[in-house]
Nanobody
């Protein structure tokens, strides 16, 4: 089970940190990721992380501004967002799957959180 938190209203240029608590069985073969969906748009990939190796990948639109990481002790996935833009406004979802490749397509993820709203005011 995944539970996101940290969404908020923030001014453009500001920062925000999203958290995703991971409960239940996890393993070293665990792929985790963040996706987002703006009104009227399809869900899009933001970033992914392999739990075992810590390997990461990012969408071009957020690379250099967002950082994905994990806290192994707390079983938490994090997304640090800086230099936020109005186009970052969306519902952000945490997702996971059992695997060892950095997939970016939503279809490869089998476990989803409920989402948390991020609104960036310009």
């Amino acid at each position: 089970r995944l539970v996101e938190s940290g969404g908020d209203l923030v001014q453009a240029g500001g920062s925000l940190r999203l958290s995703c608590g991971v409960s239940g069985r996890t393993s070293s073969m665990f792929l985790t990721g963040w996706f987002r969906q703006a009104p009227g748009k399809e869900r899009e990939f933001v970033s992914a992380l392999l739990w075992n190796s810590g390997s990461t990948t990012y969408a071009d639109s957020v690379r250099g501004r967002f950082t994905i990481s994990r806290d192994n002790v707390k079983n938490t996935l994090l997304l640090e967002m800086t230099s936020l833009k109005s186009e970052d406004t969306a519902v952000y979802y945490c997702a996971a799957a059992y695997g060892n490749r950095l997939y970016t397509a939503p279809k490869y993820y089998t476990i989803w959180g409920q989402g948390t709203q991020v609104t960036v005011a310009s």
